[in-house]
Nanobody, 121 residues
Framework: QVQLVESGGGLVQAGGSLRLSCTAS????????IGWFRQAPGKEREFVAA????????HYEESLKGRFTISRDNAENSVYLQMDSLKPEDTAVYYC??????????????WGQGTQVTVSS
């Protein structure tokens, strides 16, 4: 099973940017599609974006297209989430997850521990 660790969260003003990283260890990283999810206080965890094993295909929550960009570097065992034009409603704990394929982005093989993103108004 692959182990995932997120980093890069923090406090940012509205309109700012953050780049989150998800770094893997354990099993072969390139065997997995990777997704990002987020959970705001009092709300259910929701899908943000996912990327295929080779990085050639991506899928986004429709409302986040154009502001969030997912990418990966298999040589670094890492997936990134670039978040631009951040809004206070983007405040949440962000998690990365491993999947068998991009098509299975709602089927979670393993979760990271999460990283807090707080956007101030």
């Amino acid at each position: 099973q692959v182990q995932l660790v997120e980093s890069g969260g923090g406090l940012v003003q509205a309109g700012g940017s953050l780049r989150l990283s998800c770094t893997a260890s354990g099993r072969t990283f390139s065997d997995y599609a990777i997704g990002w999810f987020r959970q705001a206080p009092g709300k259910e965890r929701e899908f943000v974006a996912a990327i295929s094993q080779n990085g050639g295909s991506t899928h986004y929550e429709e409302s986040l297209k154009g502001r969030f960009t997912i990418s990966r570097d298999n040589a670094e065992n890492s997936v990134y989430l670039q978040m631009d034009s951040l809004k206070p409603e983007d405040t949440a704990v962000y998690y990365c997850a491993a999947h068998d394929s991009l098509a299975d982005y709602l089927e979670i093989l393993s979760w990271g521990q999460g990283t807090q993103v707080t956007v101030s108004s």
